[in-house]
């Protein structure tokens, strides 16, 4: 293919990109918005220290639930791709009624794990019998929310209208639990009601939207999953691969969040957990692009279009590399502001972990092409054993750095983990 037909179907892949980038922006900014509102009424209604206890909570169901989720919306989109071409409608709705029980299957494995880890994580975390009873309730509440292969039902036929609307439910609801729970002076239970209830109503809209609106047949049952097997050659291993992957590139946060908790105290981790938050918010609009560069290089992928995806890849990467310069600048020049902002005055302390989290976020950033693409070519192995490396190597360093640096240890070994990782990444695209 000529560089010049090559530029014009790139141009025609950016096209369709800036079309769903703009959904998903409506929607993930409106939740960008609104996750730093509820969580900063959260921060100034229970103050540093009861916030901190809110924080470490939420960071134990979560990363329960990240364990436990399948990142099943990539099998959807690889395999799935691949069935539409071919005009395979069966085939589809077997795939799709498989990755319904991988989601199924994911949630009650989590939520077990949920209600019997809670004593070894008060043990580290020093919680009390309240604290416990918390933590369990609303590890097993958000366990029955997780499955993203609706999602990959909607991003599969292009809706990410839908997908956006869907993606306001949770946001709305967290933020009016959290200003009832502001107004009345809640404590902690009802903003952890917020937050479980929302994840809920979201899941329940997803699902609810990809049956009625995309026209996709999902055909479950032990025979037809079992043919489904058979119909997509290194399923489970994708699917294995992905899920470990995702599921360790979501973790890291949460690990972090815990084990400054466990060794510098609610009030730290709470503080991190800020700094963390301000800092994701300010990548935001490059992680949703992300998730719009994926199906685009699938497709590529599927057509054997390599001049296009190329052309795509050397534009994406320039975007990349200039916006992850912004993000540091804006955390440097003002980040202390946005803290103050965000969480109120007692939080200044935050703002030396948000500088130094807000580079880690960029090295992220810089190379956020790098995974979609080795996924796209059937390389989530690699993918898989470069996220592995990285959180050991992060996991290994809070622990060097903690009796030292305190809570400055995460944000310290986010940002070496980081570095580490972006390398081998890009080292594995360029094989």
């Known amino acids: 293919m000529s560089a010049s037909l090559a530029a014009h179907q790139g141009g025609a892949v950016f096209a369709r990109m800036a079309r769903n980038l703009a959904w998903l922006l409506g929607g993930r900014g409106f939740q960008a918005v609104a996750s730093l509102l509820y969580l900063g009424l959260a921060a ?3 103050g540093p220290a009861r916030f901190g206890e809110f924080t470490l ?3 134990y169901g979560q990363a329960i639930a990240n364990v436990a989720q399948f990142q099943s919306w990539q099998t959807v989109i690889r395999y799935g791709t691949i069935h539409i071409v071919a005009g395979a409608r069966d085939r589809l709705g077997r795939l799709l009624g498989l990755t319904t029980l991988f989601d ?3 949630a009650i494995l989590g939520a077990i794990a949920a209600a019997a880890g809670v004593a070894l994580a008060a043990g580290w975390l020093g919680w009390d019998a309240a604290e416990r009873g918390r933590a369990a309730w609303f590890g097993v509440a958000l366990l029955l929310s997780i499955g993203a292969t609706p999602t990959g039902m909607l991003r599969l036929v292009d809706r990410f209208d839908l997908t956006t609307g869907c993606q306001t439910v949770g946001p709305l609801v967290r933020l009016a639990a959290s200003i009832a729970a502001w107004a009345t002076d ?6 952890l009601a917020g ?3 929302a994840a809920l109503l979201q899941h329940g809209a997803t699902w609810l939207a990809a049956l009625t609106r995309t026209g996709l047949p999902v055909a479950i049952g032990r025979r037809r999953a079992r043919r489904a097997v058979c119909e997509n050659a290194g399923i489970w291993r994708f699917a294995l691969t992905t899920n470990a992957a995702g599921t360790i590139g979501l973790l890291g946060e949460q690990l972090a969040t815990l084990a400054v908790g466990g060794a510098a105290g609610a009030t730290a981790a709470g503080g991190f957990r800020i700094a963390s938050k301000v800092a994701r918010a300010l990548a935001k609009p490059i992680q949703i692009a992300a998730r719009v560069l994926y199906p685009e290089l699938a497709r590529l992928h599927a057509s054997a279009d390599h ?3 190329d052309h795509v890849m050397a534009r994406v990467s320039r975007y990349a590399i200039g916006l992850s310069l912004a993000v540091v600048v804006v955390a440097l020049a003002g980040g202390g502001l946005l803290i103050g902002l965000f969480a109120g005055p007692g939080y200044g302390f935050a703002r030396d972990m ?4 807000a580079i880690g976020v960029a090295i992220d950033l810089s190379g956020f092409a790098l995974e979609p693409l080795l996924v796209a070519h059937g390389r989530a192995g690699t993918v898989l054993a470069i996220r592995v490396a990285g959180t050991l190597l992060l996991g290994l360093l809070i622990l060097l750095l903690l009796p030292g640096l305190g809570a400055m240890a995460a944000a310290v070994a986010t940002v070496a983990a980081s570095l580490a990782m972006r ?3 890009g080292r594995a695209a360029a094989a």
């Open 44 to 46: 100034r209604t229970l």
């Open 57 to 59: 909570v939420l960071a």
């Open 104 to 106: 199924c299957g994911g």
């Open 186 to 191: 809640g404590g902690i239970g009802l903003f």
């Open 195 to 197: 937050w479980a209830g």
């Open 307 to 309: 001049a296009t995806l």
């Open 354 to 357: 948000l500088a130094v989290m």
């Open 423 to 425: 390398v081998a990444l």
